[in-house]
């Protein structure tokens, strides 16, 4: 999957994000491609997930965070939304708790 993001970003796109459903997500950026594990949690409802995911990774890359970091973040929000019921918003303490056991690695690709 990591092999096919950095063709994607070859065309042009800066960075690439694939989603894994519970075992995390791929980037693929300009510096490297990373992997973060997705957190333990209790799945309640993946509805918005996936919106939570992109939007946790956005916000990190505009406030100038490394991919790495960035990824991390994006997997926390996805897991935090995904361990809510139906569309609940999880608090910030519970996003601190989700990033203490989420960690991003670079990928030899």
């Known amino acids: 999957m990591a092999k096919e993001?950095?063709?994607?970003?070859?065309e042009g796109v800066q960075?690439?994000?694939?989603?894994l459903g519970g075992d995390?997500?791929?980037?693929?950026g300009p510096d490297g491609s990373y992997f973060a594990k997705a957190?333990?949690?209790?799945?309640?409802?993946?509805?918005?997930?996936?919106?939570?995911?992109?939007?946790?990774?956005?916000a990190a890359l505009a406030r100038g965070q490394s991919p790495a970091e960035a990824l991390r973040l994006?997997?926390?929000?996805?897991?935090?939304?995904?361990?809510?019921p139906g569309t609940e918003i999880f608090s910030?303490?519970?996003l601190d708790e989700?990033?203490?056991?989420?960690?991003?690695?670079?990928?030899d690709i």
């Not at 960075?15 to 989603?19: A, E, G």
């Not at 995390?24 to 693929?28: D, E, K, V």
């Not at 994006?74 to 809510?84: D, H, L």
């Open 5 to 10: 993001a950095r063709a994607i970003q070859r």
């Open 15 to 19: 960075y690439v994000c694939v989603s």
């Open 24 to 28: 995390g997500a791929l980037l693929a």
């Open 39 to 58: 957190p333990p949690i209790q799945v309640k409802s993946t509805v918005g997930s996936g919106d939570s995911m992109v939007a946790g990774l956005v």
């Open 74 to 84: 994006a997997v926390a929000c996805g897991s935090g939304t995904a361990a809510r």
């Open 92 to 94: 910030h303490n519970d």
């Open 98 to 107: 989700l990033l203490q056991t989420t960690e991003a690695r670079v990928l």
